[in-house]
C-alpha cells in the first residue's frame, strides 16, 4: 500500500512496511482525491479504489551498478558547520544511505529486506521498495547536475501540474492542488516549532535551487552557540536543506529538503517546511514561480 501511494504521489514517507501516523495521512489524501471518506483507515472501500494500480508490486530485486555505489561520501558528518563548510560536498555517509534514498526508505529497512552479510558491490543482487518510476525523462532544459539528482533519487519524469500550495499546520502535510482545486499531491511534513512557528498567511514560491550551497548565519538560529561564525557549507543530499530550496516571498524561509528523512512529522525545524529529500524533489517538478503558498494553523 505505501509503494503505490507513494507512486500516486500520496507520500507515505519512509517505504517502511509499517503502519503509522505518516500512512494515515497518505491514506487521507489519496481518500480526498478520490472523493471518498476520509477515514484515514485500510477499509474495503479504500481497497478497492488502490486495486487497479496493483501493478507496482511491493518490491523490485535489482543487481547493483558501479553507478548506485559511486560517492563521494562523508562518514563521520563533522557536525560543526565551520568544519563542514570545509568539504567539497555534504554528500552521503555510505552507499547504504544513498540506496536508501534512492528508494525512498532507510538502510535499516534494506537490512531487513536482505541481510546484514549482503554485499554491496556491483553485480550483488538486492531487494529493494519499488520506488523505480515510469521514466526517467527529465525535461532537457533542467540543469544536468539536477537531472543527475532526479534520477538518484528515482523521480518519475511525469508529475502534476500544481497551481496551490496548502501547508496545514494541524495535519503536517503539505497538499498540492491543481487550477481546479482538485488534490493531485500530498506529502508528509515538519514544519516549525515553538521557537520559529510556521508564518501562517499567503506568500509566494519564488522559484527553487537545485543543490543549493547552505548559507549558514547563526544570528538565524535561536539554538546556535554564542561562539558560532557565519559558514557557506557547500551542496549535498546531507546538507541542511537537503538537494532542493524553494525560495518563499517570506524573507529566510523556505520548502526544502532534509539529511534525516525518518524526522519528517517527527521533530520540529527552524520555520521553514521540511520534506524528505525525494518528496522536495517531486515537489520542485510541479510547481512554477509564483505558486502560492497558503500556511494555516
Not at 76 to 105: I, N, W
Amino acid at each position: 500500500m505505501q509503494v503505490i501511494l507513494d507512486h500516486l504521489g500520496f507520500s507515505p514517507g519512509v517505504l517502511d512496511g509499517r503502519p503509522g501516523k505518516s500512512l494515515v495521512a497518505a491514506l487521507k489524501g489519496f481518500q480526498e482525491a478520490q472523493g471518498l471518506p476520509t477515514t484515514g483507515a485500510m477499509d474495503p472501500v479504500t481497497l478497492r479504489a488502490l486495486y487497479p494500480h496493483r501493478a507496482w508490486r511491493p518490491t523490485q530485486t535489482i543487481a547493483l551498478t558501479s553507478e548506485m555505489l559511486a560517492g563521494p561520501f562523508v562518514n563521520p558528518m563533522p557536525k560543526d558547520p565551520q568544519v563542514q563548510a570545509k568539504l567539497p560536498a555534504l554528500g552521503y555517509r555510505s552507499a547504504m544511505e544513498k540506496l536508501g534514498e534512492m528508494f525512498h526508505t532507510t538502510p535499516a529497512v534494506l537490512i531487513e529486506l536482505n541481510s546484514p552479510t549482503t554485499r554491496l558491490v556491483a553485480g550483488s543482487k538486492v531487494v529493494f521498495p519499488n520506488a523505480v518510476p515510469a521514466s526517467l525523462t527529465y525535461d532537457p532544459k533542467l540543469p544536468e547536475k539536477w537531472r543527475a539528482t532526479l534520477a538518484s533519487l528515482n523521480i518519475n519524469a511525469e508529475q502534476p501540474v500544481g497551481a496551490k500550495i496548502v501547508v496545514d499546520k494541524s495535519d503536517e502535510v503539505l497538499r498540492v492542488l491543481d487550477k481546479d482545486g482538485k488534490l493531485v499531491a500530498q506529502f508528509m511534513a515538519t514544519m516549525g516549532s515553538k521557537h520559529d512557528p510556521l508564518p501562517i498567511g499567503t506568500w509566494k514560491i519564488l522559484g527553487p535551487s537545485y543543490n543549493p550551497p547552505f548559507h549558514y548565519n547563526p544570528a538565524l538560529f535561536w539554538d546556535a552557540k554564542a561562539s558560532a561564525k557565519a559558514a557557506l557549507l557547500p551542496p549535498g543530499p546531507n546538507g541542511p536543506v537537503g538537494v532542493v530550496w524553494l525560495d518563499l516571498s517570506k524573507p529566510h524561509y523556505g520548502i526544502h529538503g532534509t539529511p534525516e528523512p525518518s524526522t519528517i512529522g517527527r521533530a520540529e525545524s527552524h520555520g521553514c517546511i521540511r520534506l524528505t529529500n525525494w518528496d522536495a524533489a517531486r515537489l520542485a517538478m510541479m510547481i512554477k514561480p509564483g505558486t502560492p503558498a497558503v500556511f494555516q494553523p
